[in-house]
């Protein structure tokens, strides 16, 4: 993460705001990050957890409290959302990773994060938050081109599938230039009414 111009003193953060799947699944997913680690030597395989990203971005640590109390109120009025995972898709050249059939309902979060949460997660005009429309499941990220190559001559003809019921969200954050993400709070789906949401707005 280059030219932040932090001011002095003040820390800024890297943050992922993510669904994470249940234990048995993480475990699933994570053998099959390893297996294509051991055969391709992608590292990025091993160091990403199996997290399903929404947003990430990075911002002051001065706002991270403002950023909670939204966060949590968001998913105050949110229900928990299926999520359905199925076999490999690619970005062609650089990652690999599973799909995600059941996209609308989280689509639906991202948007509403976007709509209620970006003025808080914008740093600078060159530092804007970036909201993920098309969700996955990453296996391996910057892949050299053999790697991806052969990589995805194997994965794409494998199968996978997985599911899980998203009861909350996470924000993670790590600050900029180190490698390991930290829980800063977990949001809990709550599908209360939007009056009793407002009402922690505003009251």
């Known amino acids: 993460m280059k030219n932040i111009n932090s001011i002095p003193g003040y820390i800024?953060?890297?943050?992922?705001?993510?669904?994470?799947p249940h234990e048995e699944l993480r475990n699933k997913i994570m053998q099959v990050k390893k297996q294509?680690?051991?055969?391709?030597?992608?590292?990025s395989a091993v160091y990403s957890k199996p997290y399903l990203?929404?947003?990430?971005?990075?911002q002051y640590q001065m706002l991270e409290e403002r950023l909670v109390n939204r966060l949590k109120i968001i998913a105050m009025g949110h229900h928990p959302i299926?999520?359905?995972l199925r076999d490999y898709e690619s970005f062609p050249a650089h990652?690999?990773?599973?799909?995600?059939?059941?996209?609308?309902?989280?689509?639906?979060?991202?948007k509403q994060v976007?709509?209620?949460?970006?003025?808080l997660m914008h740093l600078n005009k060159e530092h804007r938050a970036h909201f993920i429309m098309e969700p996955y499941v990453t296996i391996a990220r910057k892949l050299q081109p053999w790697q991806f190559e052969k990589g995805w001559l194997e994965y794409s003809n494998k199968q996978f599938t997985g599911r899980f019921i998203a009861d909350?969200?996470?924000?993670?954050?790590?600050?900029?230039?180190?490698?390991k993400y930290e829980i800063v709070q977990r949001f809990?789906?709550?599908?209360?009414?939007?009056t009793t949401t407002q009402g922690a707005l505003f009251g």
Do not use: C, H, W
């Not at 990203?53 to 990075?58: C, G």
């Not at 909350?168 to 490698?179: D, T, W």
């Not at 809990?188 to 939007?194: A, G, I, K, Y």
């Open 53 to 58: 990203t929404l947003v990430n971005f990075v």
């Open 95 to 110: 990652t690999i990773y599973i799909n995600v059939t059941s996209k609308l309902p989280i689509q639906n979060l991202v």
């Open 82 to 84: 299926k999520v359905e």
């Open 36 to 43: 294509f680690f051991d055969t391709y030597k992608a590292e």
């Open 114 to 119: 976007r709509s209620e949460a970006q003025q």
């Open 168 to 179: 909350s969200m996470l924000l993670l954050k790590r600050p900029v230039g180190q490698m």
């Open 188 to 194: 809990e789906f709550q599908n209360l009414p939007v």
């Open 12 to 20: 800024v953060n890297e943050y992922l705001l993510v669904l994470n």
